[in-house]
């Protein structure tokens, strides 16, 4: 069974601080790797894609990527109280369907 | 505006009952995919169709069913045999880029709960 893990629970960030997220999957093939984020009710939408092992930055969103320990991180910088919300990591299988965790719920106390 | 639209945003199914949940894009996309969510949880594939009259089972498709009659629309159907279908429900699609399929754009969501 593919699985992609996230076990951290609900993380709480003063505002103007650095929020890390962590991501574990299980499939070695795997070769595309997203962060999206989700607010209460609402649909995901895409932050960022990683494709390279190494950093990637977009703004405030720095997503790190190591495929021989099989994990994708996401940093967010300078954390706002509009970034509170669920932050699903979703993994590509070979079969062209994406695999979701269960996400991480941030919330920044402003 | 192009986009992917889900209706209704809210259902309610009685005991015994089918109901369909309808997901439309006027974005030209090839694939179409449903997902669930639950309180909690992430999104879990429940079926997916790369083409039009194609479709495959996901990970979660029993009590489950669809259509792809056209590229446009790809309802999901609720069958009675699902005895725990209250959740999230989205419907997702994309355009292959390059050798890749993963820029997946979401419609706003359906709320399923049982009365």
């Known amino acids: 069974q593919k699985e992609v893990e996230q076990n951290s629970g609900p993380l709480s960030v003063p505002e103007g601080a650095i929020a890390s997220l962590n991501c574990t999957y299980s499939d070695r093939g795997s070769q595309s790797f997203f962060w999206y984020r989700q607010y209460s009710g609402k649909s995901p939408e895409l932050i960022m894609s990683i494709y390279s092992n190494g950093d990637k930055e977009d703004g405030r969103f720095t997503a790190q990527l190591n495929k021989a320990s099989q994990y994708v991180s996401l940093l967010i910088r300078d954390s706002q109280p509009s970034d509170s919300a669920t932050y699903l990591c979703a993994v590509l299988w070979g079969n062209n369907r994406l695999a979701f965790g269960k996400g991480n719920q941030v919330v920044v106390i402003p | 505006d192009g986009g992917i639209t889900q209706s209704p945003k809210y259902l309610f199914r009685k005991e015994g009952q089918n109901v369909t949940l309808s997901c439309e894009q006027n974005?030209?996309?090839?694939?179409m995919y449903w997902y669930r969510q639950d309180p909690g949880q992430g999104l879990r594939l429940i079926y997916y169709?790369?083409?039009?009259?194609?479709?495959q089972k996901g990970d979660i498709a029993e009590g489950y069913s669809v259509s792809r009659e056209k590229k446009e629309s790809f309802p999901l159907t609720v069958t009675s045999a699902q005895k725990n279908p209250t959740a999230f429900y989205l419907c997702?699609?994309?355009?292959?880029?390059?050798?890749?399929?993963?820029?997946?754009?979401f419609g706003s969501g359906t709320q399923l709960s049982v009365l």
């Open positions: 974005l030209n996309h090839d694939a």
């Open positions: 169709s790369q083409i039009v009259n194609d479709f």
């Open positions: 997702a699609s994309s355009m292959p880029s390059g050798e890749t399929n993963e820029k997946l754009f």
